[in-house]
C-alpha cells in the first residue's frame, strides 16, 4: 500500500521579529486595534485569506516580506511598543481584593473568542468569550475548561431555493491560537476517564487568553476506538447518548485534568446545565484526599460551586433518563458508597422518586450550588417560576436565584474608529473604567460631525462587506452574471439601514417584520425616507421550523425584487456580527417575551452607536429608558400567539415610519441629524456603563466567587472539621424540626402607623430540643395581594431572645414603617448556622 507522508515548511522568523510569535499566539491581540492593525500592515491581503488568523498568517507569509520586515525600523519600534504593552498587561498585578486568594475554574460548553477560533455555535459562547476576556482585564485568579471540537458547529450556506444547507470543516488546531499541553517529558498530555466497559484518553490543549488560560479536553487521541475520538468533534451534534458523554467528559473530565494539571481551584462556576457533572468528580477527589465521606463531599463542594442558567426554554435543558444515567453512573455509585437512586435524586425535582422522573442538569447544578443566578433581571424572575417546586416551602420572590444581567467585552466588540474616538475623548484609560456610569456622560463632549462620521465609515464598510459577501454567496451557487453583477449594487451606504442577526429559532420570530409585506414594501420603497434591511443567522441542522423562516425570507426578497434592499449574510459568526453591530443604524430584536434570558447582541451594537427597537424582553426590558432606543409592545404578553404577532409587527411598522425614519432623515444645514446624533450618545452613556462585562465579573466576584471562597475555605479548614460539624448540626436539625411550634405572635396594639413608628413583635416558640442559636425568627412583611401573598416583600429578624420554660423561646423585635400604604406579615422560622448560605437550603420553614 502506498501512502503520502505528509510535512511542513515554516517561515523563519528571523531573531527581530520572534516577538510576533508571542503576539500571534495571545487572544490578548483580538480586543487590541494596534496589534491587529501591525498584522494588517504585514499584508493586508494574505490577513483577509488567513481569516485574521495570525498564527497561520505567520505559517503562510512569505520569507521575503519577513525580511523586509526585519529591515523596517519603523515596523520593528511599532512591534517592539505592542509587545511591550502585552508584558505591561501580563505583570500587572492583581486589581481586585484578595483577587489572587481564591482560585476560580469556569466551565462552559463553548467559547466564543474570535472568528479564528469556530469553537462556539452562538450568545452562550460569546457570553463565555467575553466573561474570560473581563476575568483577564481584572487579572482575576481564573481559569476556563471546556472541549475542542474537531468539527466545530456547523456552517451554513442557501441553495438558489433558500434551503439551509449544513457542513463542517475540519479545524486545523496546529494553525490555530491553541496549543498543545506537554508533561514533564515533552510529549502530549493526555488524561484518562472511566466510560462504560473502556477508558476514553483525552488530550488537553490551552488557549492564551491574556492572562487567563482555557483548557480544553480532545477524545480525538489515536488510541481510542474510533467512535470515542468523535465524542469531541461536533459542538451540540450527535444523539442522546453523544451528549451525555460530552458532558462527563467536560464535567468529570475537567476536573480530573484540573487536579493533573496542579490547578488549584476554590471555586467552581458552571455556565449552563453542561457541566453539572462537575460537583460530582470534584466531590470524589476530596474523598479521596481528605478522607471525606460522600455526604461531607458533596456538603464542601456545594459552598464553593456557582451555577449560571441561561434559558427560559424548558426544551433547552438537558435531561436523561433513569436507564441512560445508570448505564454510566451505577459504577460511580458503588465507588462512593452510596445508591444510584441517591445520585439521581440530585437531578430531580422530588428527590425521593423513586423511578420515572429524569435526572435534570439545571436541577443538579442548582442543588449542587451555593450561589444560583440568571443572566438578567426577567431571565432570574422567569427561572424562580420554572424552578420553584425545588424550594416547595418558599415563597416564589424568596426562590434563591439571583440576577446577574450579561454584559459584553466593549473592546473586542467596537470597530477601531469608535475605540479611536473614546481614546481621545474619554482617556487612554476608558478600558479601566468601563463600568462607571458618571465615565460615560464624557461621550457628550464628542463633537456631533465627528461621531456621525465614523458611524458613516462604518455603514458604508459593512455595505462593502455585505456586497462581496453576496457576491461571493451567488458565485458558490453558480448563480448567473446578471445575479452577480447585481450584487455589487446591492444596499445604499446612505439610507436608513435595519439590522436583524440571531439563531433562527421560531421564538426569535425573524419573520416578525416580513408579517405585513405591504407594508413592509412601504418602508423600504418610501421615495423620501426609504429604508434597508440586512439579516444573518442559522438554524439548527435538525429545526426544520428555522430552516422554514430562512426559506420564507429569501423566496420573499425574490417574488419582490429586493436584492437591492434586503440582504441576507450566509454563515454568520463572529466576524459578521462584528460588521453588522459595528455599521447598522437600528438593531432589530424580536423575542417573544419573555423566552429571551438575556440578548447580548443590541448592547454591542448601542457600544457602537447604534440604537435598538427591541422586545422588552432580557437585558432590554432593564435598559430601555424611553430616550435611549425604542420599544416593541409595553411588556404585553397575549394568550393568542397570532394575535401578539399581529400587534407587535405593526408597532414595528410604525415606530419605523413615524419615529424612526424620520429621525434619521431629518438633517440640518449641515447634514448632520441631531436629534439622531443625540440620541446614539444618551443610548452609549445609559447602556456601556452597565452592559459591559467588567461590571458583570465583578459582580460574579464581589457576590459570588469571593464568598463562595470564603465559605469553602471555612468548610476545609482544619482537614474539613467543620464540614464534619455542619453535617452533625444537619443531621439533629432535619431530625428535630419537625418539633418546632409557633405558638403565640403578638404585635403592637394599633393596626395604623405613621412613618417613622416602629412596631413591635413577638412570637413564642416551641423548640423541643434544638437551641435558639439553631433557627431564625424572621418578620416576612410587604403589601398584601389578592392570593394571599406578599409583594414588595422585606425581611427583619428578630434577634431578642428570652427562653421561657418547656423549652420555648420568646423572639422579639422591631420593624420600622418607611413606607406608606397597606401590609401584612408573616412569621418565618428557619434552620440558622454561620455556614449556611441560604435560609431555605435544606427545604426546612415554618410560617406563622
Not at 707 to 722: L, M, V
Request: net charge neutral; aromatic share 10%.
Amino acid at each position: 500500500m502506498s501512502f503520502i507522508r505528509k510535512f511542513k515548511v515554516l517561515p523563519n522568523l528571523p531573531p527581530k521579529l520572534q516577538a510576533l510569535q508571542t503576539l500571534a499566539s495571545n487572544l490578548w491581540l483580538a480586543w487590541n486595534p494596534d496589534a491587529i492593525k501591525l498584522f494588517i500592515t504585514m499584508d493586508g491581503e494574505l490577513w483577509e485569506r488567513v481569516q485574521h488568523n495570525p498564527v497561520r498568517m505567520l505559517g503562510e507569509i512569505s520569507q521575503e516580506r519577513l525580511e523586509e520586515l526585519a529591515s523596517d525600523d519603523g515596523f520593528l519600534v511599532e512591534l517592539q511598543r505592542i509587545h511591550g504593552q502585552l508584558n505591561q498587561y501580563l505583570q500587572t498585578k492583581r486589581s481586585l481584593n484578595d483577587g489572587g486568594q481564591f482560585g476560580i475554574a469556569y466551565f462552559s460548553a463553548e467559547y466564543g473568542l474570535n472568528d479564528t477560533l469556530p469553537i462556539y455555535s452562538g450568545g452562550l459562547g460569546v457570553l463565555s468569550g467575553d466573561h474570560v476576556k473581563s476575568a483577564s482585564d481584572l487579572n482575576l485568579n481564573f481559569r476556563g475548561v471546556g472541549l475542542l471540537y474537531q468539527l466545530g458547529y456547523f456552517q451554513q450556506y442557501l441553495n438558489m431555493d433558500g434551503w439551509q444547507q449544513d457542513f463542517y470543516q475540519t479545524n486545523d488546531f496546529h494553525n490555530m491560537q491553541v496549543q498543545e499541553v506537554k508533561n514533564s517529558d515533552g510529549q502530549p498530555l493526555e488524561i484518562d476517564l472511566e466510560l462504560p466497559g473502556r477508558t476514553v484518553f483525552l488530550k488537553v490543549w490551552q488557549i492564551q487568553v491574556g492572562r487567563v488560560l482555557i483548557y480544553l479536553l480532545d477524545s480525538n487521541v489515536e488510541k481510542n476506538l474510533e467512535p470515542d475520538r468523535k465524542l469531541t468533534a461536533q459542538l451540540y451534534g450527535g444523539d442522546r447518548e453523544t451528549r451525555i458523554q460530552q458532558e462527563i467528559i467536560l464535567g468529570m473530565g475537567g476536573v480530573a485534568m484540573l487536579d493533573r494539571l496542579g490547578v488549584g481551584i476554590d471555586v467552581i462556576h458552571m455556565n449552563e446545565g453542561h457541566s453539572a457533572f462537575a460537583p460530582f468528580a470534584r466531590a470524589r477527589l476530596l474523598m479521596k484526599q481528605a478522607g471525606l465521606n460522600f455526604s461531607e463531599a458533596m456538603a464542601a463542594v456545594r459552598q464553593a460551586c456557582v451555577f449560571t442558567t441561561h434559558t427560559n426554554v424548558q426544551a433547552g435543558h438537558d435531561e436523561f433518563s433513569p436507564d441512560m444515567m445508570k448505564k454510566y453512573f451505577a459504577g460511580f455509585a458503588r465507588e462512593q458508597g452510596i445508591s444510584i437512586n441517591d445520585l439521581l435524586a440530585f437531578g430531580r425535582i422530588d428527590p425521593g422518586a423513586a423511578s420515572g422522573e429524569n435526572f435534570s442538569m439545571t436541577v443538579a447544578a442548582i442543588r449542587n450550588s451555593a450561589y444560583v443566578n440568571g443572566v438578567s433581571s426577567l431571565q432570574a424572575e422567569i427561572s424562580r417560576k420554572m424552578w420553584r417546586n425545588i424550594w416547595p416551602a418558599c415563597p416564589l420572590e424568596h426562590v434563591p436565584i439571583q440576577a446577574v444581567t450579561n454584559g459584553i467585552h466593549i473592546p473586542s466588540w467596537i470597530s477601531f474608529e469608535m475605540s479611536d474616538l473614546f481614546e481621545r475623548y474619554l482617556g487612554g484609560k476608558w478600558r479601566e473604567k468601563q463600568d462607571y456610569q458618571d465615565f460615560w456622560e464624557k461621550v457628550q463632549q464628542i463633537p456631533d460631525p465627528e461621531l456621525w462620521n465614523v458611524h458613516e465609515i462604518r455603514r458604508r464598510r459593512l455595505i462593502a462587506f455585505t456586497r462581496q459577501r453576496l457576491q461571493r454567496q451567488l458565485i458558490a451557487k453558480g448563480a448567473s452574471n446578471l445575479l452577480i453583477n447585481e450584487s455589487a449594487e446591492a444596499l445604499n451606504p446612505e439610507v436608513l439601514t435595519i439590522g436583524f442577526a440571531r439563531r433562527f429559532v421560531t421564538y426569535k420570530r425573524a419573520d416578525l417584520i416580513f408579517r405585513d409585506p405591504e407594508r413592509l414594501l412601504q418602508i423600504l420603497n418610501n421615495p423620501l425616507q426609504p429604508a434597508q434591511l440586512i439579516i444573518a443567522g442559522k438554524a439548527h441542522p435538525q429545526d426544520q421550523a428555522g430552516k422554514e423562516l430562512i426559506k420564507n425570507i429569501i423566496a420573499f426578497m425574490a417574488g419582490h425584487q429586493l436584492r437591492k434592499k434586503i440582504a441576507f449574510i450566509e454563515d454568520y459568526d463572529i466576524n459578521v456580527a462584528r460588521y453588522l453591530v459595528q455599521g447598522v443604524d437600528v438593531w432589530l430584536n424580536t423575542p417573544l417575551r419573555p423566552l429571551e434570558a438575556c440578548g447580548t447582541s443590541g448592547m454591542k451594537a448601542a457600544c457602537n452607536g447604534v440604537l435598538n427597537l427591541s422586545v422588552l424582553d432580557g437585558w432590554w426590558d432593564e435598559a430601555y429608558d424611553f430616550n435611549n432606543g425604542w420599544a416593541i409592545g409595553n411588556r404585553e404578553i397575549y394568550p393568542d400567539r397570532e394575535y401578539q404577532n399581529d400587534v407587535e409587527s405593526k408597532a414595528i411598522y410604525s415606530t419605523i415610519e413615524k419615529d424612526i425614519a424620520p429621525l434619521f432623515y431629518s438633517r440640518g444645514s449641515d447634514g448632520l441629524p441631531r436629534e439622531w446624533i443625540k440620541m446614539m450618545k444618551h443610548s452609549l452613556a445609559s447602556i456601556a456603563s452597565r452592559f459591559n462585562s467588567n461590571r458583570m465579573v465583578k459582580e460574579y466576584f464581589y457576590r459570588f466567587y469571593k464568598e463562595a471562597g470564603r465559605h469553602y475555605a471555612s468548610f476545609s479548614a482544619d482537614g474539613f472539621a467543620a464540614t464534619r460539624q455542619f453535617l452533625l448540626w444537619r443531621e439533629k436539625v432535619c431530625r428535630e424540626f419537625p418539633a418546632v411550634a409557633i405558638e403565640d405572635v403578638r404585635l403592637q396594639d394599633s393596626s395604623t402607623f405613621k412613618i417613622g413608628d416602629e412596631m413591635k413583635v413577638e412570637v413564642d416558640l416551641q423548640l423541643g430540643r434544638l437551641q435558639p442559636d439553631d433557627v431564625c425568627v424572621d418578620v416576612y412583611y410587604g403589601n398584601p395581594l389578592a392570593s394571599d401573598q406578599l409583594s414588595n416583600s422585606r425581611i427583619a429578624g428578630l434577634a431578642e431572645v428570652r427562653r421561657l420554660e418547656g423549652g420555648k423561646c420568646n423572639f422579639s423585635g422591631r420593624i420600622r414603617c418607611d413606607r406608606t400604604g397597606s401590609f401584612g406579615l408573616r412569621i418565618r422560622v428557619t434552620p440558622h448556622h454561620p455556614l449556611l448560605v441560604d435560609p431555605y437550603e435544606l427545604n426546612l420553614v415554618r410560617w406563622g
